[in-house]
C-alpha cells in the first residue's frame, strides 16, 4: 500500500474497454437501457419513462434520438436517487460519479460493454442542450411538456413544479416582512428571555430574525440549542402579540402548530420541547403569555397536512388551508420538496414558517435537499448592512463583520445559524469529530487521539476486515457482535466512569444487554397481572427507554459491515449469552423496525418496537398463556404504549443494526458507526457526520480501513437541484 490515496483507488473496480458501439437511434438506446434494468442498474420506471418520451414525440411526427431516450431515463434515475433534476454539465463532466452507474455492489462488466462515460464522452453540454431545446418533449414550463429544461438543468416537469411552488412560496413571504413585529417590544421580551451583553448571542440573533420574517430557517449542529431558541421565539412572539392586542374580545394569541417529517422526530421534539416551556420566565414577559400559548404537542407533517390513505393529495391545501398562524417544521432535513410544496400549498399567504434542522446532516430519503440548499450561504451569513443593524439595534449584540456583505440576498436575511454546541464542549471527541467531518478533514492526527482515548467519550474499534469478509463468527464480526453486548466500557476511558456532562453524572456506555437485562429484572410479577395493564405499561417504557440506549449504525444493508449480516450476528450473540432464546422468528427481546407506512395500525415507516412476552391470553381452562405482543411508543408523544400482535405487522425487520439513513431525527446515548471496509458510493461526509451526531454521549467508531473514513469525509453529496438558484 503506497499512502491512502493509492489504497482508495485500488479500491473500485478495473474499467475494462468496451468494443460495442453507440445507440445510434432511440429503439438502440431503449434496447440499452433494458440491460441495464436487467442488471438492476435503472428501474423498470427509468426506461418506462424513456419509452413514453419517444412515443409521445414520436405522435408529434418527431423521431426520437438515442440521446433524448438515454436522458429521458437517466433525469428519472436521478429522481430516484434524490436529486431534483440531471444537471448536463455534471454529466458530461464526471458522468458515472454524478448517475452512481454501475451501483454499488455489481460485479465486472464484460469486456464489450458500454459504460455510462462512454455514452456521454464524445459530447459537449452544450450540444446536448441544444439538442434537448429542439425535441417537443422538452419546454420552458409555459407549455405542457414531460420534460422541462432550465439552463443546464433537466427536470421531470413534476419536480419542476415543486421547486417553482417552494421558491414561489418563499419569495413572497420574504418581499412581505410589514408590521410584523414591534421592534421595541421584541427587543424587551428577548432581553427577558437572554438577558442583555454584548456578546453575540446567535440563539438570540436567531430568534430576532425569525421574529422579523415570515419565513426563516434556524439551522445548526447537535446541542446548540435549536429547541431551546425556538420555544424563546414562540415565547417572545405570543408575549408581544398579547402586549400589543387590543381589548377587542379576540383571542391575543396566535395560533402556532409545530411538526416534523418523522413520528420519531415528532416524538423526540414532543419530549424536549416541554421541559423549555416549563423553564420559560413567562410572568417576566411584556403582556405576561399563558403558558398555554405555547404548544408543547409535535405532530407529523403529514398528519398536520391531512394525509389520506392510497393518495398523494392532502386535505389541507390551496383551496382548504391550514388554520395557523405559525408553522414550525423541526427536523427539516429530511423534508423533500413534494411534502415541501404540499406545506407551502396549504400555508395560509399570512403565515409564517420557521424551519428547524442541522444543514450537514443527510439529505431527505425522497428528491430533494431543501434545507440544504436554502442554509448553503449560512456559515458566512451574508447580512446586508441594514439587516445587521436591525438585529443589533433589538438584540443589543454586536455582530461580527465577516458576517455582513452588503451584496447579501434576500434569503440571507431570513436564515440564521446557531454557532455554539451547549452539549459537546471543546474536550468532547463527538463534538470534535463532527466539526472535522464537516469540514472534510479527519486527519491522522485526530484519528490517533480517538485511538488512544484521548476522549472520554469516543472509543476506537479496529475490525478485522479480512476475517470479517471470510464469514460468521469471524473475529470482525465477532468484535462487533461482543461490542454490541455489552457497549465495550473498557474501550472508554476509565471504563466510561465517573464522566459529567454539563456537571451531571453520566452513566457509563451499554450495549443491548442492558435492556434484555431490563426485560427479565423488571418483568411484572403476579400483582402486575392482576392490577391492570399500568405496571406493563411501565415495563414496556423501561425496555423502550434502555433499548434507546445503544444503537449499532451501518452506512451499508448488505456485506460483513452491513445490516442484514450484523444482525444475524448480534442475534447470535446475544442467543449465546442466554439473553435471548432464539435468532430466528419472533422471540422476547426481538427489536423491529417498521419498514412501511400501516394507516390501521398507526405505525409509520421508521418506528421501532421491542417483543415482550404478556400473560394476557386465557387458555380453555382460563388460566393465563404468555403471548407474544410488539410494543411501541405512542406516536402523539404522550408516553403511552401500543401493544401489537406480531401477526398485524406486515412490513417489519429486526434492528439491533440500522442504516445511518434510517435513524436520522433519532439520538441514542451510546451509538456505535460502523464503517465498511470498501468506498462505496453511500458512504460520504453527510453519512459520517449524520452517524456521528446520532450519539449524544458515547461513540464508538467501528472501523477496518482507516483510508475509506478518511477518504468518505473527504467526500461530499452534491444534490442537484435549482432552488438556490431561483431564489438569488
Ligand atoms: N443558551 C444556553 N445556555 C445553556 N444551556 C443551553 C442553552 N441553549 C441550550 N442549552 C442546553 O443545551 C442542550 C441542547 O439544547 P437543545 O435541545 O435546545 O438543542 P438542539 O439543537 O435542539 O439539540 P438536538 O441536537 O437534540 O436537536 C439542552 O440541555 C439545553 O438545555
Redo the contacts with the bound molecule.
Keep these: 500500500m503506497t499512502g491512502d490515496s493509492g489504497y482508495i483507488q485500488d479500491l473500485f473496480d478495473e474499467v475494462p474497454a468496451h468494443t460495442a458501439s453507440l445507440p445510434g437511434s432511440a429503439p438502440e438506446a431503449l434496447t440499452l437501457l433494458d440491460d441495464w434494468v436487467e442488471r438492476d442498474w435503472i428501474r423498470a420506471l427509468d426506461h418506462a419513462f424513456a419509452a413514453f418520451v419517444c412515443n409521445i414525440v414520436s405522435e408529434q411526427g418527431e423521431q426520437p434520438s438515442a440521446m433524448l431516450a438515454l436522458l429521458a431515463a437517466m433525469v428519472s434515475h436521478q429522481v430516484g436517487r434524490g436529486h431534483v433534476c440531471l444537471d448536463i454539465n455534471h454529466l458530461c463532466r464526471d458522468t458515472e460519479p454524478t448517475l452512481v452507474l454501475p451501483p454499488e455492489g455489481v460485479g465486472a462488466l464484460p469486456a464489450d460493454s458500454l459504460r455510462p462515460s462512454d455514452l456521454f464522452a464524445d459530447v459537449s453540454p452544450g450540444e446536448l442542450v441544444a439538442l434537448l431545446g429542439q425535441s417537443s418533449a422538452v419546454g420552458d414550463g409555459e407549455q405542457a411538456t414531460p420534460l422541462i429544461l432550465d439552463g443546464s438543468r433537466l427536470y421531470l416537469r413534476r419536480f419542476w413544479r415543486y421547486e417553482q411552488a417552494i421558491a414561489g412560496g418563499i419569495r413572497m413571504r420574504l418581499a412581505d416582512r410589514a408590521e410584523l413585529v414591534d421592534s421595541s417590544l421584541l427587543a424587551r421580551a428577548l432581553d427577558t428571555l437572554?438577558g442583555t451583553g454584548q456578546e453575540p448571542?446567535y440563539?438570540k440573533i436567531a430568534c430576532a430574525l425569525a421574529a422579523r420574517n415570515r419565513f426563516s430557517v434556524i439551522t445548526?449542529?447537535?446541542?446548540?440549542?435549536?429547541?431551546?431558541?425556538v420555544?424563546n421565539l414562540l415565547a417572545a412572539l405570543q408575549s408581544v402579540a398579547r402586549e400589543s392586542a387590543g381589548a377587542d374580545g379576540v383571542s391575543p394569541y396566535l395560533r402556532i402548530r409545530l411538526s416534523a417529517p418523522t413520528g420519531k422526530a415528532a416524538a423526540?421534539l414532543s419530549e424536549?420541547i416541554g421541559g423549555?416551556v416549563d423553564r420559560l420566565p413567562l410572568e417576566q414577559l411584556p403582556g405576561r403569555p399563558d403558558r398555554s400559548a405555547i404548544p408543547t404537542q409535535v405532530t407529523t407533517l403529514h398528519r398536520l397536512l391531512g394525509s389520506r390513505p392510497g393518495s398523494r393529495k392532502f386535505r389541507h391545501n390551496e383551496d382548504h388551508p391550514l388554520p395557523l398562524d405559525i408553522l414550525v417544521i423541526?427536523e427539516a432535513s429530511m423534508v423533500d420538496v413534494d411534502l415541501m410544496a404540499s406545506v407551502f400549498a396549504a400555508l395560509p399567504d399570512k403565515a409564517r414558517l420557521i424551519m428547524?434542522g442541522?444543514k450537514d446532516q443527510l439529505a431527505s430519503v425522497d428528491a430533494g435537499a431543501v434545507l440544504g440548499e436554502l442554509c448553503q450561504r449560512a456559515e458566512a451569513a451574508h447580512y446586508l448592512p441594514e439587516t445587521a443593524q436591525w438585529l443589533e439595534s433589538v438584540t443589543g449584540c454586536q455582530l461580527p463583520s465577516p458576517l455582513t456583505d452588503t451584496d447579501g440576498l434576500p434569503l440571507d436575511q431570513a436564515v440564521a445559524m446557531?454557532r455554539?454546541?451547549?452539549?459537546f464542549d471543546e474536550h468532547s471527541g463527538i463534538g470534535v469529530l463532527a466539526i472535522a467531518t464537516n469540514a472534510g478533514k479527519l486527519d491522522r492526527q485526530l484519528i490517533s487521539q480517538c485511538r488512544e482515548q484521548a476522549f472520554e467519550d469516543v472509543a476506537w474499534l479496529t475490525a478485522d476486515s479480512g476475517s470479517a469478509r471470510a464469514g460468521a463468527n469471524a473475529p470482525g464480526t465477532e468484535l462487533l457482535a461482543g461490542h454490541a453486548l455489552t457497549g465495550s466500557r473498557e474501550r472508554f476511558r476509565n471504563n466510561g466512569e465517573g464522566r459529567l456532562v454539563?456537571n451531571e453524572p453520566v452513566d457509563p456506555p451499554v450495549g443491548y444487554g442492558h435492556y434484555l437485562r431490563i426485560i427479565r429484572d423488571q418483568k411484572p410479577g403476579a400483582a402486575g397481572e392482576t392490577e391492570g395493564r399500568e405496571h406493563w405499561d411501565h415495563w414496556a417504557t423501561d425496555v423502550l427507554e434502555g433499548f434507546n440506549h445503544f444503537k449499532v449504525l451501518c452506512a451499508l444493508r448488505q456485506g460483513p459491515f452491513g445490516v442484514e449480516g450484523l444482525n444475524r450476528e448480534i442475534a447470535g450473540r446475544l442467543c449465546g449469552a442466554g439473553l435471548v432464546d432464539r435468532t430466528e422468528g419472533w422471540y422476547e427481546g426481538r427489536p423491529v423496525l417498521i419498514t412501511g407506512n400501516d394507516y390501521n395500525l398507526g405505525l409509520m415507516n421508521g418506528d421501532i418496537g421491542v417483543t415482550l412476552s404478556v400473560p394476557w391470553d386465557r387458555n380453555d381452562a382460563g388460566e393465563s398463556v404468555d403471548t407474544l405482543r410488539v410494543a411501541f411508543p405512542s406516536s402523539d408523544g404522550s408516553g403511552t404504549i401500543r401493544w401489537i400482535s406480531p401477526s398485524r405487522l406486515q412490513s417489519v425487520e429486526t434492528v439491533y443494526a440500522m442504516t445511518v439513513h434510517k435513524s436520522q431525527g433519532s439520538?441514542f446515548t451510546h451509538a456505535c458507526l460502523v464503517i465498511p471496509d470498501r468506498l462505496t458510493p453511500v458512504l460520504t461526509r453527510e453519512l459520517v457526520y449524520t452517524g456521528i451526531?446520532r450519539a449524544?454521549h458515547w461513540l464508538s467508531l467501528v472501523v477496518s480501513q482507516q483510508g475509506v473514513l478518511k477518504e468518505a469525509v473527504g467526500r461530499g453529496v452534491i444534490r442537484a437541484s435549482g432552488l438556490a438558484r431561483l431564489l438569488s
Excluded at 220 to 229: N, Y
Excluded at 420 to 423: A, C, Q
Design positions: 437572554f448571542d440563539q445548526g449542529g447537535p446541542g446548540t440549542g435549536k429547541t431551546t431558541t420555544v423526540r424536549s423549555a423541526d428547524l442541522d446557531l455554539k454546541s451547549y452539549r454539563n439520538e451526531t449524544r
